[in-house]
């Protein structure tokens, strides 16, 4: 739990097992953290997950790991995600198809 105006910056780590959230205070103190599974989909060369669930999981990790954060606390938010995934989205950003996860290996 944090003091009503100590700042909290937010860490969000989307892997390809799960997601999760940290908040940290300024001086490296633990505010909150949270973290949920993800699942994908496996058949051979092909490995995709479905985008809807990153950010199903993406928002579940950031309430958990904000549960005892005010909100007005919460000075920025660094978002890293893996590495070569690639995912079609129509001009809105909506996705138009399953992520074709980094070692979907189905165009070698």
């Known amino acids: 739990?944090?003091?009503q105006?100590?700042?909290?910056w937010v860490g969000v780590d989307l892997g390809t097992q799960s997601v999760r959230a940290l908040a940290v205070t300024a001086s490296g103190?633990?505010?909150g953290?949270?973290?949920?599974?993800?699942?994908g989909r496996r058949d051979g060369?092909?490995?995709?997950?479905?985008p809807e669930d990153w950010w199903t999981a993406v928002g579940a990790a950031c309430r958990e790991?904000?549960?005892?954060?005010?909100?007005?606390?919460?000075?920025?938010?660094?978002?890293?995600a893996t590495s070569g995934t690639i995912l079609l989205t129509?001009?809105?950003?909506?996705?138009?198809?399953?992520?074709?996860m980094y070692?979907?290996?189905?165009?070698?």
């Open 1 to 3: 739990m944090t003091e």
């Open 5 to 8: 105006n100590e700042a909290v």
């Open 29 to 31: 103190d633990v505010a």
């Open 33 to 39: 953290a949270g973290s949920r599974a993800l699942t």
């Open 45 to 50: 060369p092909r490995h995709e997950q479905d």
């Open 65 to 80: 790991a904000l549960r005892d954060v005010p909100a007005q606390a919460v000075q920025a938010v660094a978002v890293d």
């Open 90 to 100: 129509d001009d809105g950003g909506r996705p138009l198809t399953p992520a074709l």
């Open 103 to 108: 070692d979907d290996t189905r165009a070698a």
